[in-house]
């Protein structure tokens, strides 16, 4: 099938990713120094980032992912969050940082938070990689957030667009 979408250019290098994400990681490790954290990487879109998230964080730390969907194949949210893979550690008194890709209405995430809320967690924090400020219906504010970006359909650094475009080492959009 021929694709139609026309790629822009790069937004931010994974040059530039990784150094934020270091500053993060410095961040998140200096908050909870002397603690435990448990980091969920919501799946797929989170995957890259975890990865350099995760090396910066110089804690005892465990990790888990959650896959929740609010999308179909479109581009627009259809605010209707369901869970589609759970996580599988037990987060009661934990430290738990959800590590997302973006926050766009913030629909998914606050469903996220509220429902890691209700296992007795310690704390929960959310850390994301964007934040699409602009497009926010839901209350819900990430408390680490990597970039500010405009509103554009972004992809890349594991952000996907019809499940495609996820590989690419950097943050792109797409034309429209
Ligand atoms: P929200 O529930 O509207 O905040 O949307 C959250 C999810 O939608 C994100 O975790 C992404 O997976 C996806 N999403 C939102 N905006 C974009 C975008 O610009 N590009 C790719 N995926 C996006
Ligand atoms: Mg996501």
Redesign the pocket.
Known sequence: MASHEVVGKILLTQEQIWQRAKEMGEEISGDFAGEEVVLIG?LK?AVMFMADIMKNISLDTQIDFISAS??GSGTV?SGNVKIKKDIELDIAGKNVIII??????????KYLKDYFLSKGPKAVKICTLLD?PSRRTAQVAADYIGFTVED????GYG???DQKYRNLPYISYLEG
């Open positions: 919501t879109g609010s999308y949210s997302e890709d973006i926050i766009d209405t913030g629909n998914t995430l699409k554009l359909f972004v992809i952000l996907d667009f």
